[in-house]
């Protein structure tokens, strides 16, 4: 897995929701604290496995769907409603990736060994799937897998595209463009990815 990985946009994790994403075929949760910060974390609860994603989030807290435990935004588990006056042992954690915020996406990287892109505030646009390998996407827009992001000029302006890889033939673009013409970038991606699309149906 790359070091930081852009994996959503931030406006389409709200603060109090939870969001199931699919990076390099692992799934993962990204969620969002009352305080409004993001977290991302391996989609799975430790207790049976349930998916952390289908869980809810009060305060800055995430709670499992299934039995109620109660994580914390360390990913410690501060409470197990079965058990309401047991010390929960700090070793009963979530598994949390490291998580950053900048550019208008939410990042993710495996162990957060160096320090998270600094990118300028930007306007979000879409995040799109496309049926084709990032290796495919990476090059139609004159890029590749080296840089986690890729510009796109256009009439509607220079688009920033954060990308992941979904699996070995899907690829999530995530666009933010400063001051971008919203309809007409979102129209140009629509573009691209039939073109793609189309191609490796050819
Ligand atoms: S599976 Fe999550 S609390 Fe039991």
Not at 59 to 69: D, M, P, V
Not at 174 to 195: E, K, S, V, Y
Request: charge should be neutral; charged fraction near 15%; hydrophobic fraction near 45%.
């Amino acid at each position: 897995m790359a070091d930081w990985i852009p994996i959503a946009l931030g406006r389409d994790v709200p603060d109090g929701v939870t969001r199931a994403v699919i990076v390099d075929g692992r799934e993962v949760v990204i969620w969002r604290g009352e305080d409004g910060v993001a977290h991302v974390w391996e989609d799975r609860c430790p207790h049976r496995g349930m998916r952390l994603s289908l869980g809810f989030v009060r305060s800055n807290a995430l709670n499992c769907l299934y039995h109620g435990w109660q994580y914390g935004a360390g990913a410690n588990c501060l409470r197990i409603p079965a058990h309401p006056d047991l010390t929960v042992p700090p070793t009963i954690r979530a598994n949390a990736y490291a998580a950053a915020e900048t550019g208008g996406m939410v990042w993710m990287s495996a162990d957060g060994a160096s320090p998270a892109p600094l990118l300028p505030e930007a306007t979000p646009v879409i995040s799109l799937a496309i049926e084709a390998a990032p290796e495919r996407v990476l090059a139609a827009l004159g890029s590749s897998t080296a840089h986690p992001i890729a510009t796109l000029p256009g009439a509607a302006g220079t688009l920033q595209l954060g990308w992941h890889r979904v699996h070995a033939a899907k690829t999530m673009l995530h666009a933010t463009g400063a001051g971008a013409d919203i309809a007409a970038a979102t129209a140009q991606l629509r573009a691209l990815r039939q073109n793609l699309e189309q191609g490796a149906a050819a």
